[in-house]
């Protein structure tokens, strides 16, 4: 099935591959797909976005110099730190962990490319576009000014009424989808595009970090992207979610925002620990101590993360017996990190390190992380945290946490990989200076803060008193923390700089053992030039010669005669080639499709809602597009041959990484279905001035029947399916006609009950959330119709049927989810009031 074919000529090799994968230039540039240019793209934005932030930082910290500046007014201040912490966070953090497994996860792993490649192009436009939505508020002195978290009633409609909360909640939703679309592509990738042989336990580190994280992201973000969207409806719709006068509570933000926030600290500390636990062993010498606790540490982190999200409401009022739960969850977490802690000192202490640059940041990494993780466990315990919060002390932790959990390890991991990207080495003396100062730097700002904290000095203030005792230490943070800009600009100079004035780089010049340094030096667009098989977990310090034969064709699928773009498709535990998946070009679809959604974000700004309904009903028709050109389509998969025995492409099998796909992104789904039920339970039990009435104004039997409909046309797909893996399509057009008919009538009874519910949004909580999630059922019943619909099309077009049989499977996982959301809607909504009405 993999037999080694005969080696080829180089040159030649390398000319067929790159007829098919090239990336062109100019105009057309805007059409690349590949995860190496993507990847990019996202980590210089990212930086970008970082050193604005980085400008917003100095302007309060000139501010907070000396007492009683006017400097900034209080308004400008209170824009310039929730922009800061804003992008520091949303802008900088996520997009560039994303952005950095974007661009190494399949040279890892030895694939191609990512496995979506469309769809990661398109979650960069939506962070591009999403990005610079926010920060033209800054421009307009339009900015945010209720904190980067975005409290109510401070964000609400009464003490915010411009549109500057507006632009954080659409412009940073927009750019939360970048980041599930990000999460999705890298998890499928991950468990169905190793290299053969690559069993899971063969798996680089750094792969098992970004598995966990993905899982998170779907996981943590969509409680997030839902309480946007609940508040923007009531700010602009006059929705009611968190009035307490109309039922709603401002306590279901602050649930809904650390349900995801909380998470989102691991979720940018995990990948930067991976990148540690990836350098770690290259400079010391040996193999990372203990490959499979460090997994364990992983796994049980990102589980415990989730439980978390309380501790940082001890001062709002809630039970003694739920702080004392999520005090001691919060100093559980600190057992998993102390165990990555350990495992990486064992593998110093073991080996033979080498004190080059990245491992310079590595140590910086190690004193600061340590440091921040210390007052982590002192802000976990209920009496402390009493007393410092909201305080400067909160803020010097959290910076220690960040910048030293993620900030380090990302420079150390951008000089550590930077010869691969550039085929050059940085400068030394530059890098070391770079080093120091903003070591120094950040360690004079922010451990100074640590003892302005405890002199209690709130945060968010712009400006205070002379004689309070917090002169000094000010002073002393605001210089330091220009000798950390300055330590940050030496980086960057040496970043920009390193391309034309850097020495050339040897092959694999830190001695590396993953896969990545098979490449060539910049890679080229298809990664290897045939696919080896991998048995070992250090590669490269097993078989040194390896890339040589990589790059003579010496392994799998070493040529593109066919004209596809391909690559393994692998069993999720063993590695195991189980077909060879062939991946989508070049094309505008992805950036016609984020533009289309940008309008509809400048359309809701602007209250143009002619322009918003215009540009969705484009998005929708690129989106529909878009996803024409899969599967069978001439553009994917131009021949059926020609793959090695025993395999088929992944289009002619039930098999196909869009299972999977459909399946991440249903994972989401249910986080925010979820979430959405929390907040509806949350405010039966909780909100004070919550007021259902006697009796449900939905009709239980009605949707009873909109559920029937529903998994009825989840059965019509569930037989055509079994049809299609006995051979034959017979009864496959009827079968989805009748499944768009079911859909059709599914969604004209969820919308006859919404037009006739005597259900007014604006005038209470209980009927915005019930009409809420009534919309959500339809929404994804109209979705599965119409694509349900589309099947038939494609049928004709001959590319769905018997000898492509995996569409249908893909969409009956919608179907069955349509389902599942019908019958919950029908027992919550009817339920409630007989359950819950007794609670009260």
Not at 234 to 254: H, K, M, S, Y
Not at 513 to 532: G, I, K, R, V
Not at 756 to 775: E, G, T, Y
Request: aromatic share 12%; proline share 7%; with cysteine.
């Amino acid at each position: 099935m993999t037999t080694n074919p005969p080696a080829r000529d180089p040159a030649d090799l390398h000319a067929e591959l790159e007829r098919v994968w090239r990336n062109p230039t100019g105009w057309r540039a805007l059409t690349i797909v590949n995860h190496t240019t993507v990847g990019l793209r996202f980590m210089v934005t990212g930086f970008v976005f970082f050193l604005v932030a980085g400008v917003l930082a100095m302007l309060m910290r000139s501010q907070l110099a000396l007492p009683g500046q006017s400097f900034m007014s209080a308004q400008a201040y209170q824009q310039a730190f929730t922009a800061h912490g804003t992008m520091m966070m949303f802008l900088f953090a996520v997009p560039m962990v994303e952005g950095l497994a974007c661009y190494l996860i399949p040279k890892m792993i030895g694939a191609r490319d990512l496995v979506f490649p469309r769809l990661g192009a398109f979650g960069y436009w939506c962070y591009l576009f999403g990005g610079v939505i926010f920060t033209s508020s800054l421009v307009l002195g339009l900015a945010p000014d209720s904190g980067w978290f975005m409290y109510t009633p401070l964000s609400s409609r009464t003490y915010s009424p411009g549109v500057n909360a507006d632009f954080w909640l659409i412009g940073i939703t927009f750019v939360e989808i970048s980041s599930v679309a990000g999460a999705v592509e890298l998890l499928v990738s991950i468990l169905r595009t190793r290299a053969p042989g690559m069993a899971l336990h063969r798996m680089p580190i750094f792969a098992w970090y970004i598995l966990v994280t993905s899982v998170m992201i779907l996981v943590g973000f969509p409680p997030l992207i839902l309480g946007s969207i609940l508040l923007e409806l009531e700010r602009a719709a006059g929705w009611a979610f968190f009035d307490v006068n109309r039922g709603g509570d401002p306590l279901l933000w602050q649930h809904l925002f650390w349900l995801f926030g909380h998470p989102e600290v691991y979720i940018i500390f995990l990948p930067a620990a991976g990148v540690v636990s990836t350098l770690v062993p290259v400079f010391a010498r040996r193999p990372l101590v203990s490959y499979r606790w460090t997994v364990v540490a992983v796994v049980t982190t990102g589980f415990i993360s989730f439980g978390l999200w309380v501790h940082h409401m001890f001062t709002v009022g809630i039970p003694l017996l739920a702080m004392a739960f999520f005090s001691a969850a919060s100093m559980l977490v600190a057992v998993p990190t102390g165990i990555q802690i350990f495992v990486w000192l064992a593998t110093l202490w073991t080996g033979r390190p080498e004190m080059r640059i990245p491992m310079l940041w590595l140590v910086g990494f190690l004193v600061v992380f340590v440091a921040g993780g210390l007052t982590g466990v002192m802000l976990a315990l209920v009496p402390f945290d009493w007393q410092v919060h909201d305080t400067h002390f909160v803020v010097a932790h959290m910076h220690y946490v960040l910048v030293g959990g993620v900030l380090f390890p990302l420079l150390a991991g951008l000089y550590y990989w930077l010869p691969l990207a550039t085929g050059r080495m940085p400068t030394e003396w530059l890098a070391r200076w770079g080093f120091w100062l903003t070591f120094i730097g950040f360690n004079g700002t922010f451990l100074v803060m640590h003892w302005t904290g405890l002199l209690g000095m709130p945060r968010r203030i712009y400006t205070y008193e002379a004689g309070l005792g917090w002169e000094l230490p000010n002073l002393v943070s605001s210089i330091f923390g220009f000798v950390m800009a300055a330590g940050i600009a030496m980086v960057v100079v040496d970043l920009a700089t390193h391309a034309r004035v850097g020495r050339r780089a040897p092959r694999n010049p830190w001695g590396a053992d993953t896969l990545e340094w098979a490449c060539a030096m910049p890679p080229a667009p298809y990664n290897f030039a045939s696919q080896a098989r991998i048995e070992a977990r250090h590669p490269l310090w097993e078989q040194p010669r390896l890339p040589e034969s990589i790059e003579r064709g010496m392994h799998a699928l070493a040529h593109a005669r066919h004209g596809r773009r391909e690559t393994f498709g692998t069993d999720p535990i063993t590695g195991e080639p189980r077909e060879v998946i062939h991946l989508p070009g070049n094309s505008w679809w992805p950036l016609t499709a984020a533009a289309a959604i940008g309008l509809v974000c400048i359309g809701l700004l602007t209250k143009v809602h002619a322009l918003a309904i215009v540009a969705a009903i484009a998005a929708f028709a690129a989106l529909l597009r878009w996803s024409w050109e899969n599967g069978m389509h001439p553009s994917c998969a131009p021949q059926d041959d020609d793959v090695p025995p025993g395999l088929r492409l992944h289009s002619r099998t039930f098999d196909g990484p869009g299972l999977w796909g459909m399946g991440s992104t249903l994972l989401a789904d249910t986080a925010l279905y979820g979430s959405l039920v929390f907040g509806w339970l949350y405010l039966w039990v909780v909100a004070p001035e919550f007021e259902p009435p006697a009796q449900s104004p939905v009709s239980a039997t009605a949707l009873a029947a909109a559920a029937a409909l529903a998994t009825a046309a989840a059965g019509s797909l569930r037989h055509v399916q079994a049809h299609l893996r006995r051979g034959h399509d017979g009864r496959l057009v009827p079968g989805l006609v009748l499944a768009t008919l079911l859909g059709a009538a599914h969604c004209a009874v969820l919308g006859w009950q919404i037009a006739q519910a005597p259900l007014v949004p604006q005038r209470s909580a209980h009927d915005a959330v019930m009409i809420f999630m009534l919309i959500y059922a339809v929404v994804h019943g109209a979705l599965a119709t119409v694509t349900t619909a589309l099947q038939v099309l494609r049928v004709r077009h001959r590319y769905v049927g018997a000898f492509a049989p995996y569409e249908p499977a893909v969409l009956l996982q919608l179907w069955w989810f349509s389902a599942g959301i019908a019958w919950a809607t029908a027992l919550v909504l009817p339920g409630a009031p007989l359950v819950l009405g007794v609670l009260r």
